[in-house]
């Protein structure tokens, strides 16, 4: 069975700030993906990146980062130069490769942006 | 290009009274999902369906029943609706590879009096 576990319910930033969003898994899988998701106060799921278990380089796309440290199981999502915009509730899910996907996700983090 | 679209938006039921959910995507993917959120919780699997003509029970599926009607539809229906239901609902879709994300549809806000 797979678990995903965000320990903060709630973190908040200075706007331009850097901020690190914690996540870590559990697993008995070789093959799997981890996914962060972004849910702004309207409500839709939005993708922000992707991590594949094999993959070697840490995941970017754009001001997001992905932390993955497949020994220690964790997938920390990092948000840099912090933006209002950026307020919301973040996800982390993962999901087994290959066979049926049955996605796991996280109880999520609020973050708030300040100015 | 619509993507994943969910009607209704929002909904007031009585308990007892049944409804359902309707789901549509329109970028040729293969598996579906159906989620409830509540809140504190994150979004908990209700039903998927890794292709056309097949469903599964996902974390939560007492008290509710799917459709794949077709490659595009994936229906979820609540026969006898109970207070306990009362959540938001989201319907997303994948293609198949392991990197593939799932899309997610706006969400249908029900609330069971």
Redesign the interface.
């Known amino acids: 069975a797979q678990k995903i576990t965000q320990t903060q319910?709630g973190m908040f930033v200075q706007e331009k700030e850097a901020v690190t969003l914690d996540c870590t898994y559990d697993t008995s899988d070789q093959?799997y993906?981890l996914?962060w998701?972004k849910q702004p106060s309207s409500?839709?799921?939005i993708?922000l990146i992707?991590q594949?278990s094999y993959d070697e380089q840490n995941a970017t796309e754009g001001r997001y980062s992905l932390n993955f440290q497949k020994a220690r199981k964790s997938a920390n999502l990092v948000i840099s130069a912090s933006q209002l915009g950026d307020s919301a509730m973040y996800?982390c899910?993962m999901?087994q490769?290959?066979g049926?996907?049955?996605?796991t996700?996280?109880?999520?983090t609020s973050l708030i942006v300040h100015p | 290009n619509a993507g994943v679209t969910q009607t209704p938006k929002f909904q007031v039921l009585k308990t007892g009274q049944s409804m359902t959910l309707q789901c549509a995507q329109d970028m040729n993917h293969n598996s579906m999902y159906w989620y409830r959120q509540d809140p504190g919780m994150g979004l908990r699997l209700i039903y998927y369906s890794a292709s056309e003509g097949t469903t599964d029970k996902g974390e939560v599926p007492n008290g509710y029943n799917v459709s794949r009607l077709n490659k595009r539809e994936f229906s979820l229906r609540l026969e006898s609706a109970a207070p306990s239901q009362t959540s938001v609902y989201f319907c997303a879709s994948r293609r198949t590879a392991s990197t593939d994300t799932q899309y997610f549809g706006p969400g249908t806000r029900l609330t069971v009096l």
């Open positions: 319910p093959s993906g996914f998701y409500g839709e799921m993708f992707y594949g996800f899910a999901g490769s290959g049926s996907y049955i996605p996700f996280g109880r999520g």
